[in-house]
């Protein structure tokens, strides 16, 4: 299809602002992850050198850790099934529930691979260490063996502390001697539970946590504005003819 040159013209004007909005937009959650960054820093100091001199305990003191369920063909019988969380799912920060597969649970499995409000999912392979929260009521949603499911033991220590931590350990190699690379790169169960963790104050991670979620609101504010899909919306309707 040729338009009119005046019309191609005034398409590309409309698309050249969606798309400069779609940049700093991109631009904007960038910088909001950097003061979350630089917050965290600011706070706790450097996590790989703890030179604030935080006392450190092992992951499997303050953590009861599991794997999810091996997803195994065989074993499925015929039973209800329910949607799980596999690695692909479980992003730095956030845990995308959209388009979730499904597989059997028997009623024992259920009881093993719930998941409860403030559980920490850490993948186990792929970008081993990538964590996020699980902050969702919903009850009817499991996790398969690619996952670890982590709950605090004790109130020392909060779960958006502990992401933090980890994705400065991960994005500085810093668990490198954690981490299993004889096939692929993949975080076992007997490892995992060994990893040093600084403590800071539960006040200070307090006071963290309050800046996480306020910058959250922000995020989810741009969030719903979304002008990745105006855009996208924008330039399909303007090659149907129809902008």
């Known amino acids: 299809p040729l338009p009119p040159l005046p019309e191609q013209k ?13 940049r700093k937009d991109g631009e904007l959650l960038k910088k ?26 092992r992951f499997g003191e303050l953590f009861n850790s ?19 969380l596999g690695n692909s799912n479980v992003q730095w920060f956030k845990i995308d529930c959209d388009n979730l597969l499904e597989m059997e649970f028997n009623e024992k499995d259920t009881e093993t691979f ?6 920490i999912l850490i993948c186990e392979g792929g970008e081993a260490g990538r964590s996020a929260i699980w902050d969702k009521d919903d009850s009817s949603i499991y996790f398969q063996k690619a996952i670890h499911r982590a709950r605090p033991l004790k109130e020392n220590i909060i779960p ?3 992401v933090y931590l980890f994705w400065f350990l991960v994005k500085r190699n810093a668990l490198k001697d954690y981490i299993s690379t004889s096939t692929i790169s993949h975080l076992t169960g007997e490892k995992i539970v060994t990893i040093p963790i600084p ?9 963290f946590k ?21 855009f996208q919306s924008l330039l399909q309707q303007a090659f149907k003819g129809e902008l």
């Open 210 to 230: 309050k800046s996480i979620l306020l910058i959250s609101k922000h995020k989810e504010v741009f969030g719903k504005i979304n002008s990745l899909n105006i």
């Open 114 to 119: 719930e998941l409860k409000k403030g559980d």
């Open 199 to 207: 403590i800071p104050t539960i006040k200070l991670q307090q006071d």
């Open 66 to 84: 599991r794997l999810g369920k091996m997803l195994d063909s065989k074993k499925q019988l015929g039973g209800k099934r329910y949607k799980y």
């Open 10 to 22: 005034r398409i590309a004007t409309i698309l050249d602002k969606a798309d400069a909005l779609r």
């Open 160 to 162: 958006e502390y502990f």
């Open 32 to 57: 909001y992850d950097e003061l979350a960054q630089s917050i965290f820093i600011d706070m706790f100091g450097d996590p790989v050198k703890n030179e604030k001199g935080w006392e450190v305990k």
